[in-house]
């Protein structure tokens, strides 16, 4: 990987994983002490591992893969190797359920991540407040446009803008064909997702700008999923500018 700060590759997931109760902070730390270098060695970057402000049973992590192909290729890799087979047992025994996975692409070109490996904390780094990642999701009937990828930006990012998160990424599913089929994704569905963060002294004021666009959400429903970043996560805030 380039120490440069990079866009983000054609392929993103966005993955939702319930664990046992009291169980999360055990799989945070399996997987930034052991998991994480492995993965990114087979192929794929890890864009960041976070807990799920809203539920305590919710570990929530994103990757992204240069193509399908790429995908199916970083997975059988990983997933095939020693590394995942020494560890699966402990994470499994984490976990409930691990299916809840989102495949998506950038909405339009530069609207993806810019991320820079060379900022992951090392594995001995102390825990740091990381702000808080905001990812919004608008399910749709249909796959979506560059309207509703519009519409879902200002929907988003008017409130929790106006509290202090700024705009860092736009995402739609990626209809393409699961390459790799052991490992589930939601497929059949359609969504925007917009992801944004906010430093940690801005963090009180989102979270009330969150709460109120659950409360009273503009036309079509939106998920929004407060994070705040693990201790080795590269996704963070301050958080990487858009691609250009």
Known sequence: MSSQSEPTD??????R???????RDDLIALFEDQLIEGQEEGGMRLIGQFRDAGDPEQFVWMRDFADMESRRAALQSFYGGPIWARHRDAANATMIDSSNVLLLRPARPGSGLRVDPARRPARAAAEVDGGVVLAAIRWLEAPAGAADVERLEA????PIGAAGAVHLASYVTESSAN?????????GEHVSLVLASAAAPAAQA???AVLELRASPPAGSIEVLELHPARRSLLRHPAPPLAR
């Open 155 to 158: 929907d988003v990012m008017g």
């Open 179 to 187: 390459t790799f089929p052991r490992l589930p994704v939601r497929e």
């Open 17 to 23: 994983y319930t664990t046992h109760p009291g169980r």
């Open 10 to 15: 054609s392929i993103f997931e966005l993955r």
């Open 206 to 208: 989102v979270h009330r």
